[in-house]
C-alpha cells in the first residue's frame, strides 16, 4: 500500500495498475488479497489485472475470482487458461472488464487478427520460455511468425 500510495502521488491513481496473482493461493492468502484489492479500490486505482487460481494448461476454472471482481471499483482484468471464446464468455457477463492473454499471445504476435479471422493459433514452445537456454533473448518471445 505504501508503494502504491507513493507511486499515486507522483502520477495519480486514475494511472496505476496493480496485478495480482493468486495462482496458487492458500485461504489465508486469499482472505489477504481481498483485503489489498479492497483497500486498493479504496485508492481509485485504475485496473486491478489478476490471474486466475490453479491455471492448469489451458483448462478454464470457475469464476474464481468473482470476489475480487466484487471488491474492486475500476476495471477488472483476469488472465490464465484464456482463450478467444472463454474470454468472450467471462466479459460477456461480466465476469471481468478486460480478459489478458499471457501465452497464447506470446505466440501469436497476430492474436487480435487471428480471434477475429478464427484463425489456427501457433502453439507456444514452452522450452523456449523466459529465454531458457537461448543465447538470443528474442528467441521464444519475438520470433513466432505471423498468419499468413
Ligand atoms: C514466458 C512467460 C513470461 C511471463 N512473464 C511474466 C511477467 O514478467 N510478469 C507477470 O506478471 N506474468 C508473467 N507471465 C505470466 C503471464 O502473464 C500469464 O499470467 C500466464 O501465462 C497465464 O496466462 P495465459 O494462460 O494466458 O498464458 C509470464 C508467462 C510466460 C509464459
Redesign the pocket.
Known amino acids: 500500500m505504501e508503494v502504491v500510495d507513493a507511486v499515486a502521488r507522483e502520477v495519480g491513481g486514475h494511472r496505476v495498475g496493480v496485478?495480482l496473482?493468486q495462482f496458487d493461493a492458500t485461504a489465508e492468502e486469499h482472505a489477504l488479497a481481498l483485503h489489498v484489492v479492497s483497500r486498493l479500490s479504496d485508492r481509485g486505482v485504475l485496473y486491478c489485472h489478476m490471474?486466475e487460481p490453479r491455471?492448469d494448461g489451458?483448462r478454464r476454472v470457475s469464476r474464481r475470482l468473482l470476489p475480487f471482481r466484487e471488491a474492486f471499483g475500476g476495471t477488472f482484468i483476469a488472465?490464465?487458461?484464456?482463450g478467444r471464446d472463454e474470454g468472450d464468455a467471462a466479459v460477456g457477463e461480466g465476469y471481468a472488464d478486460l480478459v489478458?492473454?499471457?501465452?497464447?499471445?506470446?505466440a501469436n504476435p497476430d492474436l487480435p487478427r487471428r480471434f477475429e479471422l478464427g484463425a489456427p493459433l501457433n502453439e507456444?514452445d514452452v522450452a523456449t520460455?523466459?529465454g531458457a537456454g537461448a543465447a538470443d533473448p528474442a528467441v521464444?518471445y519475438t520470433d513466432y511468425p505471423f498468419f499468413d
Open positions: 496485478r496473482d490471474i491455471v489451458r488472465s490464465g487458461g484464456y489478458a492473454f499471457g501465452r497464447l499471445f506470446l507456444c520460455f523466459y521464444g
